[in-house]
C-alpha cells in the first residue's frame, strides 16, 4: 500500500487521541463537582473552553479512525486479489472483486453504490503516503480526503505527484502558501486543489468541458413531503448566470411586507419564470416579477491576457464558480454577455492595488478587485458570494488600518457584524 507501519500505526494515534479525551472529560468532571476549582478560576469560561478542546480532539479522533477504516477498506480488496488464483478468468476476478464490495457494503451497512466508492477514494488515498499520513495524524478530515481522491482522478502520475506535493511536501519547489490542507473548510480547499489542477493542466478542462456540454441535462427527484427536486446541469456561466439574476430579483421583492425568506423567494421566482406566469406572490397577492427593480448581479471573469489573444489555453476564473476553460471566457468577452465584469490581467499591471490612509471609502475599482481576489466572504466555514458582501476593514480605519488590498476583504452582512461584536479576529484570504 505504500503506507509505513499499517494499521498499528494509526492506531496508536488513535490511542492517544482517546487518552487526551478522557483527560478533558476528566477535569470537566472535576470542574462541575465545585472541588477542583482554584481561586480566581472562572468555573463556566474554563468548562466552555473545555467543550471547544474537546471537540477538537474528536475531530482529530474521527479523522484517524477514517485513516483506519480506508486502510482496511483497501487492504481488503488487496488480500482478495492476492486470494484469487494467478489462472482465474477476467469474469471470475470481477466477481471477486464485486464479492468484497457487497461485504464491506454488509459490514458497514452502506449501500453497494456507497462501498464501491469508498473502496475507490480509499485504494487512492492509501496509495499517496503524504495524504494518508496526513490524514492518519488527524491534520485534515476524511473530507479533505475525499477531494484529494476525487481531484487526482484521471491525471497522470505525474500530475498526481505535482499536485500532492504541491500541497502536502512543504519541501516542494513550489509548495501551496498559507493554511494547512486541514485548517481550511472543505470547499475552500476544493477550489485551492481544482484551480491548481487546471492550471497545470489547460488541455484537460477544455476537453472535460466539452463532454460535459454534451451531457448537459435537467433532473426530477419526487422527495418526501409532497416535495420534488429539479436540478440542471449547464456550462458554469450560464449556470452562474441564472443564479446571481434570481438572487438579484428576490432581493428586489424583499420588503417588510414581504414574509419569504430569500431562500424561499429563489425558487419562487425560478418556477414562476419557467412556467410562464411572470408573478409571484407576496403577502398573499401577485407580483409581477418584471416590475421589480433589483440590483445588477455582475459576475467577474478574469481573463489572463495571452489567453484571451488565443495564444494560450490557460484556464480564466469564474467569481463563485472557479476555473472555466479560455474558449468560454473569450466568448463572454466577444459577445459582452450581460451581467459578466471582465477583468483583464495583465502580468505587467496586475500587482495588487493600495490607496494607504488617504481615502477610508473605496472606488469601484477596487471593490471589485476584492471581490475577485476574495471570492466569498472571509469568515471561517462561510461560502457567501452574494453581491452585497461588505468590503471591510480586517484593522479598523479608526485603529490605524489602511484602505488597501491587504488590509481589506469580504465579509458577508451577517459575519460583518458578528466581528464588530464578538472577539473575532479575521484575517486576509490571501493567508489562507
Known amino acids: 500500500m505504500g503506507i509505513s507501519g499499517g494499521v498499528g500505526v494509526v492506531v496508536e494515534g488513535v490511542r492517544a487521541s482517546v487518552a487526551a479525551l478522557g483527560a478533558l472529560v476528566l477535569d470537566d468532571e472535576v470542574l462541575a463537582s465545585g472541588d477542583g476549582a482554584g481561586a480566581g478560576v472562572d468555573v463556566l469560561q474554563r468548562r466552555y473552553e473545555l467543550c471547544l478542546e474537546r471537540l477538537e480532539v474528536v475531530a482529530r479522533l474521527e479523522a484517524q479512525l477514517a485513516a483506519v477504516k480506508a486502510l482496511d477498506a483497501a487492504s481488503a480488496v488487496g488480500f482478495q486479489e492476492a486470494l484469487t488464483p494467478p489462472d482465474a478468468s477476467a469474469q471470475d476476478r470481477t466477481y ?254 496586475g500587482a495588487p492595488l493600495e490607496i494607504g490612509r488617504k481615502n477610508y471609502r473605496l472606488p469601484e475599482t477596487i471593490k471589485r478587485w476584492i471581490r475577485l481576489r476574495d471570492s466569498t466572504c472571509t469568515f471561517p466555514g462561510c461560502t457567501n458570494h452574494t453581491p452585497d458582501n461588505d468590503t471591510d476593514h480586517l484593522t479598523a480605519w479608526n485603529h490605524g488600518g489602511t484602505t488597501g488590498i491587504s488590509n481589506l476583504a469580504q465579509l458577508c452582512p451577517k459575519h460583518h457584524r458578528l466581528k464588530h461584536h464578538t472577539r473575532w479576529t479575521p484575517r486576509p484570504r490571501h493567508q489562507e
Open 96 to 349: 471477486a472483486g464485486m464479492s468484497v464490495v457487497e461485504e464491506i457494503a454488509g459490514v458497514l451497512t452502506v449501500s453497494s453504490a456507497a462501498s464501491g466508492a469508498l473502496v475507490e477514494q480509499s485504494r487512492r488515498i492509501c496509495s499517496l503516503p503524504l495524504v494518508f499520513e496526513t490524514l492518519s495524524a488527524g491534520a485534515m478530515s476524511w473530507q479533505h480526503a475525499r477531494i484529494i481522491a476525487d481531484e487526482t482522478e484521471g491525471l497522470d502520475p505525474a500530475g498526481v505527484a505535482g499536485l500532492v506535493a504541491h500541497f502536502f511536501d512543504p519541501a516542494a519547489a513550489n509548495p501551496a502558501r498559507g493554511a494547512a490542507p486541514g485548517d481550511l473548510v472543505p470547499s475552500r480547499f476544493r477550489a485551492k486543489v481544482r484551480g491548481w489542477r487546471e492550471r497545470h493542466h489547460p488541455a484537460s478542462i477544455e476537453k472535460r468541458h466539452v463532454k460535459g456540454v454534451a451531457d448537459r441535462r435537467m433532473e426530477y427527484t419526487p422527495d418526501k413531503d409532497g416535495m420534488a427536486w429539479v436540478s440542471l446541469y449547464l456550462p458554469g456561466d450560464t449556470a452562474c448566470a441564472i443564479w446571481n439574476r434570481t438572487t438579484a430579483t428576490a432581493r428586489g421583492l424583499q420588503s417588510p411586507n414581504e414574509p419569504r425568506t430569500l431562500t424561499q423567494l429563489r425558487p419562487d421566482i425560478a418556477a414562476n419564470l419557467l412556467l410562464g406566469a411572470g408573478h409571484t406572490t407576496q403577502a398573499g397577492k401577485p407580483t409581477e416579477i418584471g416590475n421589480v427593480l433589483s440590483p445588477r448581479a455582475d459576475v467577474l471573469v478574469t481573463v489572463p491576457v495571452f489567453a484571451l489573444l488565443g495564444a494560450t489555453d490557460e484556464p480564466a476564473m469564474l467569481d463563485g464558480f472557479g476555473p472555466i476553460p479560455a474558449s468560454m471566457a473569450r466568448k463572454l468577452v466577444a459577445d459582452g454577455a450581460e451581467f459578466f465584469y471582465r477583468v483583464l490581467v495583465d502580468p505587467r499591471d
